[in-house]
């Protein structure tokens, strides 16, 4: 059987990034601002501190203002809440993120919930969680719709395909499944107490792994031609060749590479979605903050 296609996230997201860039310029056209996201980082967390520097990056290349609020480890809730309230009420700021995992003893529900909805660009806010879950339009967890993104692109209409999300977090899988309901697949939502995983697995015309487990997914788990979708990121404690350890996703490529008809890869799959879908989020709240059409082919 021939290999599967590589399902190039990295050129996809640039593709994004790019037509985010071509409407942030227009937009600051028609209302004299960019569009602007506000992060927020408490703590001195190393990974937190890459994805921060990460998405300020992201948000000058495409022209978004990004505000940056770097607080130390330990900020009161009642000063975060503050902060938090402060950027609620700022008309330069369309989205607000609260960079996650915050340090111990802080309420990261409480944080969340203190956020405007309509300036949740990561989706996390329950009001963004319920619309989601009820059909209505509101802010959905950027990495799950990017995958969704990925999928409709490799395979147009959903519609009646077999999917099985493994995992069920607030963040990636339970949104994903949700998405892909609405896309009208049938959808099988797997976790950790699921029965006969490889099985469940084996019936799908797409699996998104979203578990967190270094290629817990195995080749022969893969239905001949399925498309993969693999949100994992793990990373292998080092070897002499790789000081830092490999990264890997949750899927075992180098096994399904050769059962799927298309797969992403780790790196280079939903790692850069991510961040191009919430800078696509961001550019939305704009345009809605703005009163202006949202625009199409997002
Ligand atoms: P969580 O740890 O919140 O959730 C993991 C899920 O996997 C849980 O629902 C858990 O089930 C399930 N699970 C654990 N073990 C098994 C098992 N043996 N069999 C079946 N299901 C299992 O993880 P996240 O959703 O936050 O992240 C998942 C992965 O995606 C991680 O590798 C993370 O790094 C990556 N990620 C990547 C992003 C990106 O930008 N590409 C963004 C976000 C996450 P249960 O509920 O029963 O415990």
Excluded at 6 to 31: C, E, M, N, P, S
Excluded at 109 to 133: E, M, S, T
Excluded at 139 to 166: E, K, N
Excluded at 201 to 208: E, L, S
Aim: aromatic residues 2%; negative net charge; charged residues 20%.
């Amino acid at each position: 059987m021939a290999e599967a296609a590589r399902i190039d996230g990295k050129a996809f997201a640039d593709g994004l990034r790019g037509r985010v860039a071509t409407h942030a310029a227009a937009f600051a056209q028609a209302t004299g601002r960019a569009p602007g996201l506000a992060v927020v980082l408490v703590g001195d967390d190393a990974a937190s501190q890459v994805y921060v520097g990460a998405k300020g990056k992201a948000c000058a290349e495409a022209g978004l203002a990004s505000f940056e609020h770097r607080l130390p480890a330990d900020t009161s809730k009642a000063e975060l809440l503050a902060l938090v309230e402060q950027l609620n009420r700022d008309p330069q700021v369309d989205g607000i993120l609260v960079q996650l995992p915050l340090p111990a003893g802080l309420d990261e529900q409480a944080v969340i919930a203190a956020i405007d909805p309509d300036k949740d660009v990561d989706g996390f806010h329950v009001i963004n969680a319920g619309r989601l879950a009820v059909g209505q339009a509101g802010f959905v967890p950027c990495t799950p719709l990017g995958c969704l993104m990925l999928l409709q692109d490799r395979l147009g209409d959903l519609s009646g395909l077999d999917a099985v999300v493994i995992g069920r977090s607030n963040i990636v899988g339970k949104p994903m499944a949700q998405l892909l309901t609405d896309a009208n697949a049938t959808v099988t939502l797997a976790h950790s107490r699921t029965k006969n995983l490889p099985e469940v697995v084996r019936r799908a015309d797409i699996v998104v792994a979203a578990v967190g487990r270094p290629e817990m997914v195995r080749g022969d788990w893969i239905k001949p031609g399925a498309t993969v979708i693999d949100v994992g990121i793990n990373r292998l404690p080092p070897t002499d060749d790789k000081p830092k350890g490999r990264l890997v996703g949750d899927v075992a490529y180098s096994e399904a590479v050769s059962v799927a008809g298309a797969i992403t890869p780790v790196p280079g799959g939903v790692g850069p979605m991510t961040i191009a879908v919430l800078l696509r989020n961001t550019l939305v709240a704009a345009h809605i903050h703005a009163g202006l059409d949202v625009p199409e082919g997002l």
